[in-house]
């Protein structure tokens, strides 16, 4: 069976504060199954951290009342979730809580000096705001493969610059406090799996449908990251051998055919050649001269025939890769998040018919395929887990 | 990171005596971390089990010399490997070194009365031949899913009769010892791991080729079984939306398309419409009225056209699914095993071809796609490894 490295009794002891809030040093000690000393040990220690504080006493057990501990109320972390076209940040309480939300437009290619430096820029906003006077963590994730390991994005496709790009060591230097660096995607599975649909879920597969589209694979409890860092990217998976050219130099990946930017693409022919009355009239009466799936999807709503014909087509494919995936991976769950989520329940039933008839009948019998609970939330989440997690294994 | 559940200090014994053959025991203190009184207890317990027994001293590392330890040599292993239409059985020892092996024909869809009771047949002749006086235990590979949990089989579709049938107690019963139950293609990767190309890989995929197709997926030291025990079922991913029927009910399965039974029926056809000479002399001289993967092997060799046509279209779709699950899993290394490995250089190339051109550069970069090196023994090797785990695990 897999295990991630039983945790130890410290880092246990914290995780618990963090998701279940203020407990008594009777139950502490129950849980963790240490003896009282080594109880009282563990928690002078992490007061002296200043990492929990001890906050008045709980109700009685039917014997003597016990203390209640709970994490610090000055821990603050910082969770960053980079996108392609945006920065997110959201800076949270010890139990991950958010206290205050940023969010701007960027461009990941400008590269990691000038986008690590509007990071910097809004976390010394967030300062001056007065949320936090020091930080005790930051997660990070980004648009691209990372080596988990060394804090670093390897050969990121649509990140130019970033390719071993120091981001951990320059956060934690910046910071004084541990940091981690993660895929965005992952990060979003184990924000979904904090505090989201996949709740307490073990094996499933989030799938982020935004721009691009990628796959965070969450096994046994905990992400699988691959060999390399790219497990799960599953945007350049071929589905059509003569499909449209891809950005990667291929040509019929599933990011080609379908993804925010295949279906802007797609909905701006079916506009121009009239094909869709819902996304001409838009792109007739928009101050903009772009379309974008939001556009899809209020077309849709009115019942533009082609509008849901995209949707549909774009279904099938996801569909079409995820029946494989559960074929061979077995998960007991699939979350669909990322912008396209907003597309809504003709996605989600396009996806589910195909997974349900083409995945082996095993493998479906009892595979529910959902919306992300989180949204845009899902990456910070995860960003924020991810942070707690490594200031809690260094407290040692 | 993802690890097994840490082994107790007696399983890592006994796995370091099976895997490395004699030890001194203040190499195995050593090796293990045991203090001396600790590792004296365990020696003498697992001496009293009859598992290991004392072997004379050690060369002198430099003080005094040390008492050579090993396993019992009257340790004895079935390993069983039932395929679709054969059953393979190895008897070894304590080092999983073969002693007897027997292989017979034998049809899965007989059921598992008639199949065990050959299985016991087999078994009871090793006896008679001497082989071993009484087993330690018994590992099984069946052709289907399995709940490796409960030791039975689930839902498989060529085995009729054999849903839940309670494989794992009857021979527990019928030989007084650990037994094992999983699916074929695990154990083939099992066995991989331990004695062939993939000897001590972490990650990589194992992928049977044989009557059907199958995928064994190692991850992180350990096979990954899936929700349901059917993860790595990837005979039934969809290759060609409008090919051929398949078994399981849909259309354009990786397995009607290219398997020994899908090649079997090309051959045929490709023999009778004269489009292959050298299937159709084979089928013309043959004393037999049908064809198989080896007649198409051996035209390739002698260049027929069609035939190394056959093995290269077989090739570009089992490489196709395997650049998927190459971008989805990132693996360190492929390995192809079954019948049709035997296909060789012109099946392997074009594989490696497709995967290579398809797949993420990220993911492929450092990714050897090689043939199995222990061939039809891949099976029984990994069912024996099972075996010796089990007992090891149970000796506490």
């Known amino acids: 069976m897999y295990v991630f490295l039983p945790a130890a009794p410290h880092v246990r002891l914290l995780r618990l504060l963090r998701d279940q809030g203020p407990v008594s040093r009777a139950e502490l000690g129950d849980r963790l199954e240490l003896s009282r000393p080594r109880l009282l040990a563990e928690v002078e220690r992490l007061v002296a951290a200043e990492l929990i504080v001890e906050a008045g006493m709980a109700a009685s057990r039917g014997g003597r009342r016990s203390t209640l501990v709970e994490l610090d109320p000055r821990l603050r972390f910082a969770a960053v979730d980079l996108g392609a076209t945006s920065i997110d940040v959201e800076l949270t309480n010890g139990r991950l809580e958010p206290i205050a939300a940023y969010r701007e437009p960027a461009d990941i290619r400008s590269g990691p000096r000038a986008t690590l430096q509007r990071v910097n820029d809004l976390l010394a906003k967030a300062r001056i705001d007065g949320v936090y006077d020091r930080l005790n963590g930051v997660g990070i994730g980004v648009p691209g493969p990372v080596s988990f390991r060394d804090g670093v994005p390897v050969s990121p496709p649509?990140?130019?610059?970033?390719?071993?790009?120091?981001?951990?060591?320059?956060?934690?230097?910046?910071?004084?406090?541990?940091?981690?660096?993660?895929?965005?995607?992952?990060?979003?599975?184990?924000?979904?799996?904090?505090?989201?649909?996949?709740?307490?879920?073990?094996?499933?597969?989030?799938?982020?449908?935004?721009?691009?589209?990628?796959?965070?694979?969450?096994?046994?409890?905990?992400?699988?990251?691959?060999?390399?860092?790219?497990?799960?990217?599953?945007?350049?998976?071929?589905?059509?051998?003569?499909?449209?050219?891809c950005s990667c130099g291929n040509t019929g990946c599933l990011e080609a055919l379908f993804g925010g930017a295949a279906l802007a693409r797609d909905a701006m022919a079916a506009a121009r050649s009239g094909e869709s009355p819902a996304l001409a009239a838009r792109l007739g009466s928009s101050t903009t001269t772009t379309l974008t799936a939001r556009d899809v999807a209020d077309g849709a709503a009115e019942g533009d025939i082609t509008c849901i014909r995209l949707i549909r087509d774009g279904g099938r494919r996801v569909g079409s890769v995820l029946a494989t995936l559960v074929s061979f991976a077995n998960p007991s769950m699939i979350v669909i998040g990322g912008g396209l989520a907003n597309l809504g329940h003709?996605?989600?039933?396009?996806?589910?018919?195909?997974?349900?008839?083409?995945?082996?009948?095993?493998?479906?019998?009892?595979?529910?395929?959902?919306?992300s609970e989180l949204g845009s939330r899902a990456g910070v989440t995860g960003a924020a887990v991810l942070a707690s997690d490594a200031v809690f294994e260094q407290a040692s």
């Open 158 to 245: 649509i990140m130019p610059g970033w390719d071993r790009y120091p981001v951990r060591e320059l956060l934690t230097r910046e910071y004084g406090c541990p940091a981690v660096v993660d895929n965005d995607v992952n990060i979003m599975a184990i924000g979904e799996r904090h505090g989201g649909v996949a709740h307490s879920v073990d094996d499933f597969l989030f799938v982020k449908i935004g721009t691009g589209v990628g796959c965070g694979i969450h096994l046994a409890g905990g992400v699988f990251r691959g060999v390399d860092g790219c497990a799960g990217d599953i945007g350049h998976i071929q589905v059509e051998a003569h499909g449209p050219a």
């Open 346 to 371: 003709v996605l989600l039933a396009e996806i589910r018919s195909v997974v349900y008839r083409r995945s082996l009948p095993l493998a479906t019998g009892n595979l529910p395929v959902v919306l």
